[in-house]
């Protein structure tokens, strides 16, 4: 019993480390969503840079985690509720990993976007959307420390907004490509950047969905509606 005691202590320890390491992973990207996107509107290849560099710690972090989840899992022998919840810290900074990666890719078209003319109030619009994923990785990782499903569930709902904030952006970019060819090339790199965002939406309900899912034992019920409308489109 004691030695019992003892294993699920220890447990608990490695436990609370991992996740303290999720949450700084998490920290990490949302930092870099909202200073991939002031670099991209300002034009400020410094900030964008230091976007690029900060990408580095997320990808090591989730190495860091990765390696000592599996050490958990060796030396511990969780039951099947703890081995869900270690299974879950590994999906989830993956989930971070990814929307880091698409950060880092919006820094780094600042500096090939701040050598040509601004497309409209385009990169105002992309830094509000990139509001929006912040805001919502923010309450996905809250979810996920409260161990609140009713607020993941919200995170997922949302979702719906971001895709919509792309379409919009989508149709807009095809407008002024077709008013000004000139207009070309700053839209398919501005493009290319909402889509990025779009994907850490999906990301982040990812995120979303692993905390509903370590709550209650199970998925979330109805498969969430994708509205994005322009897939056809963009693979055309």
Do not use: W
């Amino acid at each position: 019993m004691i030695e019992h005691q003892h294993i699920a202590s220890a447990f608990d320890r490695d436990l609370e480390a991992i996740q303290a390491q999720i949450m700084k992973m998490g920290g990490l990207v949302e930092a870099a969503i909202r200073n991939g996107a002031q670099s991209l509107d300002t034009r400020d290849e410094e900030l964008a840079e230091e976007v690029r560099e900060a990408d580095k710690t997320v990808d090591a972090l989730e190495e860091t985690i990765n390696e000592e989840a599996a050490r958990v899992i060796a030396l511990r022998a969780p039951t099947a509720r703890d081995l869900r919840l270690i299974l879950s810290v590994i999906k989830i900074s993956a989930n971070l990993e990814r929307i880091g990666d698409y950060a880092k890719n919006m820094a780094k078209r600042t500096g090939v976007l701040a050598q040509m003319a601004p497309v409209d109030d385009s990169s105002a619009a992309l830094r509000r959307m990139a509001r929006e994923v912040e805001h919502m990785l923010k309450d996905a990782l809250d979810a996920y420390v409260q161990r609140d499903a009713e607020l993941a569930m919200d995170v997922i709902a949302r979702d719906k907004e971001v895709d919509q904030m792309y379409n919009a952006l989508f149709r807009e970019f095809l407008t002024f490509m077709m008013e000004d060819p000139r207009n070309i090339t700053a839209c398919m790199h501005l493009h290319f950047i909402a889509k990025n965002i779009e994907r850490m939406g999906d990301h982040v309900t990812s995120i979303a969905e692993q905390v509903v899912y370590l709550v209650t034992g199970e998925h979330p019920e109805d498969p969430r509606p994708k509205a994005d409308q322009t897939s056809v489109v963009a693979k055309g």
